[in-house]
């Protein structure tokens, strides 16, 4: 549906995205949103990144030094089920035997996550670290391979 020229009181006046990629999604479902669409970062500005270091399996690592690929992981204050990321952990060793999974911040119900962890016997692929100062954060994205 486009979105009139002059709104009225139920037209939104303004939308506002989190980042760009939700704003170019926002668009792609929505034709016309674009004039009214603004972006407001929340998340962490990231320097640009070296392509060629980044593809690189055998890069040095900034953060997780002692880990090597592949490493995935996630940041920030986590409630998007990371215990199915748990189960299917064990699938994903097959294809990568040396794969670290890595939950950077908070996690509510640390100690299921943890049982679930110790009772697939995950304990050395998983590491949770709850909290980084925020200047480090590039570095991990760095190290990440699937974030």
Do not use: C
């Amino acid at each position: 549906m486009p979105i009139p020229t002059n709104p009225s009181p139920s037209t939104p006046g303004g939308i506002a995205a989190t980042s760009a990629y939700t704003g170019a999604a926002f668009a792609r479902t929505n034709p016309g949103i674009g004039r009214i669409l603004t972006v407001l970062p929340i998340g962490i500005r990231l320097p640009s990144v070296d392509e060629a270091a980044k593809a690189d399996r055998d890069r040095p690592r900034r953060y997780f030094r002692d880990r090597g690929f592949p490493i995935i992981g996630m940041i920030g204050p986590l409630w998007k089920n990371q215990e199915e990321l748990v189960d299917a952990t064990p699938r994903m060793l097959q294809a990568f035997p040396d794969l670290t999974v890595a939950i950077v911040g908070g996690y509510e119900d640390s100690a299921s996550l943890d049982d679930r962890i110790a009772r697939g016997g995950l304990q050395r692929h998983f590491l949770q670290v709850r909290h980084i100062p925020r200047r480090l954060i590039p570095d991990v994205f760095h190290d990440l391979d699937l974030s």
